[in-house]
């Protein structure tokens, strides 16, 4: 069974530590995506990434940042967490070409900051 | 830019009861379009797609018809479950852009 693997499902940190969500897909898919996912607001794009070590800017790229040194993993990175930035976040991923608008979603983690 | 305006919820429905949770677009080009579901605890998964105009996707008794007239991709469902409790995501993918989302409907069905 396909899947796209996000590593904690539930995380609590503290004001100003530093945030590592890790995300693995095991589809060879070349392009990776995260979202956010807030009430009322649906899913913002933060980043994505269509190829080893190319990353693009989302909807919401301000105060996270990501990685992407293998194919499989994509990690996004808080590198000082804000109360602001408690959300549920979203890996998903995707083929190139003309099937890149269908997605496969991990699970989510959800991030509270305290 | 692209865009996806889907009804606001939550709809509460009872069971066998009909659903249409209204979707349009603003897109430039010819955007596929999506539904997206994701149920209680889980990530989103794809529910049904539609390519081009006058396409009809469907999965699990839902239905969505490509309106390019009306820039619309309506879901239907024609008896709802307790089981299709869940929220829905409208989506479009147009061009070399990430796929697009609306804010998501909620859907509560009682028994």
């Known amino acids: 069974d396909v899947k796209v693997t996000q590593s904690s499902r539930y995380l609590v940190k503290r004001t100003g530590e530093k945030v590592f969500l890790e995300c693995v897909q095991d589809m060879d898919h070349e392009n990776m995506f995260w979202y956010r996912q807030d009430p009322g607001l649906g899913l913002r794009l933060i980043y994505f990434s269509y190829d080893v070590k190319m990353k693009e800017k989302g909807d919401i790229p301000e105060g996270y940042s990501v990685s992407r040194e293998k194919k499989e993993r994509f990690s996004l990175i808080l590198e000082s967490a804000s109360t602001n930035q408690t959300s549920m976040y979203l890996c998903?991923?995707?083929?190139?070409?003309?099937?890149?608008?269908?997605?496969?979603f991990g699970e989510g983690s959800r991030l509270t900051v305290l | 830019g692209n865009s996806v305006t889907q009804m606001e919820g939550p709809v509460t429905l009872s069971e066998e009861a009909f659903l249409t949770i209204n979707c349009t677009y603003t897109a430039t080009g010819y955007p596929s379009l999506f539904w997206y579901v994701q149920y209680p605890g889980e990530g989103l998964q794809l529910l049904l797609k539609?390519?081009?105009?006058?396409d009809k996707g469907s999965n699990k008794g839902f239905e969505a018809t490509y309106r390019k007239e009306t820039t619309s991709f309506h879901l239907e469902k024609g008896s709802v479950q307790v089981s299709d409790s869940a929220v829905y995501f409208c989506a479009l993918y147009s061009g070399n852009t990430p796929l697009v989302f609306g804010k998501g409907t909620r859907l509560s069905v009682i028994a």
């Open positions: 998903a991923s995707s083929r190139a070409g003309g099937r890149t608008g269908e997605l496969f």
């Open positions: 539609a390519t081009k105009a006058d």
